[in-house]
């Protein structure tokens, strides 16, 4: 069963400096598609929107690309400038609109030229958060095909094939210890990989702390691509007081003030 819990009053300031950070954020396509938009990842001439109505105003938007329809749900701010965009990918058979609401509090797209052109997106702040099979699009697909592009990456109850191939890229590894599907001890294994690719320290420090006994671990990097492991008590479903602290990590990348 997936834990439940009320937001504290700290956790819904948070929530709030979620939605400031985030320029642009989509809702994910199912895995089995978006591995085949990394071999095609520009949209064609056919991208649609309509408004739905939520707490901060979505937008539904669809893309055809290599003759097949994609779906996503957006979030794009009013403000002006550069944005930074987040992806979020969700796990196999799930929905964009279930997995960002409750999961991201931010989410995806793979259709990165739409949001450069028409949104002021910023191609230099692009992150992305997997969960589940949508980590391992995450750390196994996108890693090799974009991982240049990227600023940082996020994965949860996910683990990487190898790192041999791979450019050194920030990274925080979410696991819960009592994982059924991806076994923690793997994910830790994952963990330490993108460590000694990145250069980290062999050594962490306490970086954050919550409900479900949270501690997030802090490994600083020689050259500046730290990498973070969370755990909590609790299994493939992760706890709604963790995307807060996946955007705190991003957030702090983009702003160079993690190391």
């Known amino acids: 069963m997936k834990p ?5 009053h700290l956790e819904k300031r948070s929530t709030v400096k979620i939605y400031q950070f985030l320029a642009i954020i989509i809702a994910a396509v199912i895995f089995s598609s ?11 001439n056919s991208v649609t929107s309509s408004t739905t109505s939520s707490a901060v105003t979505l937008k539904t938007m669809y893309w055809t690309v290599g003759g097949v329809t994609r779906e996503a749900t957006v979030y794009i701010p009013s403000t002006s400038g550069y944005h930074p965009i987040v992806f979020g990918f969700h796990g196999k058979g799930g929905t964009g609109a279930g997995f960002g ?3 991201c509090y931010f989410e995806q ?3 990165l030229s739409t949001f450069v052109n028409k949104y002021n997106a910023n191609t230099g702040q692009v992150f992305c958060h997997g969960w589940s ?3 391992e699009f995450i750390y196994n697909v996108l890693w090799t095909a974009r991982g240049t592009k990227l600023k940082a990456i996020s994965a949860a109850g996910a683990t990487l094939g190898t790192t041999s191939g791979k450019n050194v890229l920030r990274a925080m590894q979410v696991a819960g210890k009592s994982d059924p599907v991806v076994s923690f001890t793997r994910q830790q294994s994952t963990s330490q990989a993108i460590c000694n690719l990145d250069k980290c320290s062999s050594t962490g420090s306490t970086w954050a702390t919550g ?5 997030a671990t802090h490994y600083s990097s020689s050259i500046n691509d730290p990498v973070v492991f969370l755990k909590y008590d ?3 479903t992760y706890p709604d007081n963790v995307p807060p602290l996946i955007v705190k990590f991003f957030q702090e990348v983009a702003a160079s003030t993690i190391h």
Do not use: F, I, R
């Open 34 to 44: 978006c591995q085949k938009e990394v071999n095609n990842p520009v949209p064609g």
């Open 4 to 8: 439940t819990l009320k937001m504290s």
């Open 211 to 215: 409900p479900y006994n949270t501690v």
């Open 109 to 111: 797209n793979c259709m």
């Open 133 to 135: 099979s949508g980590g």
């Open 234 to 236: 609790g299994n493939h």
């Open 101 to 103: 609401s409750k999961y």
